[in-house]
């Protein structure tokens, strides 16, 4: 059992860190499903390994000046200000119908961003709503090598608290969000966005795997394989995305997010 989480972690990691989403949404169903790890464990493990992860990619893309920092602050710190909020109201939504829906939508957004990518459009249209968008308020315009783009601090607010609120309401973590989020609404370039969606990995995973340690959501026995594979999954994620295009890499982020939706149904079939 120990080498097959092992292998898994790997694939998964790998993968995760080409999207930015850092594999745990993959990983979850998997021990839940296959090895009958309790959904409290599950995650205490997983969000524990995705720490070395979002480290190690940071690492390299520092390096490439890949990351936007400012874009992470923006969208980290309301996203976890609405992962609180989302909690709370645990209590008192009615889910199941909800996480149904939400599954759907994200899977709908990665055929999307796959189709957008596939056309080699990753620039926004001056047409385009969220274009205008981010242009209220104050804001920031970064320019790269073939472009520029635009963030309103209140747009990214905005979304950052959706988020978190999701991320809050069905347990699912908020990092698979962020990237399409940067990627369609603000027409941060792909490799931009997955730099930055890993760099913001490491504070979740921080609070996250402290919570979880506290709470004796963390068994060693699962942990371990799993932060090996999550290791190895992001050197080779890291070293692999070094030789894809963005137009390639829009396309897998769409491919990743159909995934995502789809691992979000199964937790919540588990769940229900």
Do not use: W
């Amino acid at each position: 059992e120990i080498v097959i989480i092992f292998l898994f972690a790997i694939i998964f990691s790998a993968f995760g860190t080409l999207v930015g989403f850092g594999g745990g949404i993959f990983m979850l169903p998997f021990l839940i499903i296959f090895f009958r790890v309790p959904i409290d464990i599950a995650v205490g493990s997983v969000i524990l390994a995705l720490l070395p992860g979002s480290l190690i990619s940071t690492y390299f893309n520092t390096r490439l000046k890949k990351i936007d920092y400012l874009a992470g602050v923006l969208l980290e710190i309301p996203t976890i200000v609405g992962t609180v909020a989302g909690s709370l109201l645990t209590s008192i939504i009615p889910l199941f119908f909800l996480e149904i829906f939400f599954s759907l939508f994200v899977s709908f957004v990665g055929i999307y961003t796959y189709q957008k990518g596939g056309k080699g459009n990753i620039q926004a249209s001056r047409n385009n709503i969220f274009f205008k968008l981010n242009k209220i308020g104050p804001r920031i315009v970064k320019r790269y090598e073939s472009g520029a783009y635009r963030i309103s601090f209140i747009v990214a607010v905005s979304f950052g608290l959706v988020a978190g609120m999701i991320a809050g309401l069905f347990g699912v973590g908020g990092g698979f969000l962020k990237t399409p989020i940067m990627v369609n609404i603000f027409n941060i370039p792909p490799s931009i966005a997955t730099a930055t969606a890993l760099f913001m990995i490491i504070f979740t995973s921080i609070t996250g795997s402290t919570s979880h340690y506290f709470l004796g959501h963390i068994d060693f026995t699962y942990s371990i394989p799993i932060v090996a594979g999550f290791i190895v999954g992001a050197f080779v994620g890291n070293h692999l995305n070094i030789k894809i295009s963005e137009r390639f890499l829009a396309k897998l982020i769409g491919i990743g997010l159909v995934f995502a939706g789809f691992c979000v149904l199964l937790n919540t079939i588990i769940a229900g």
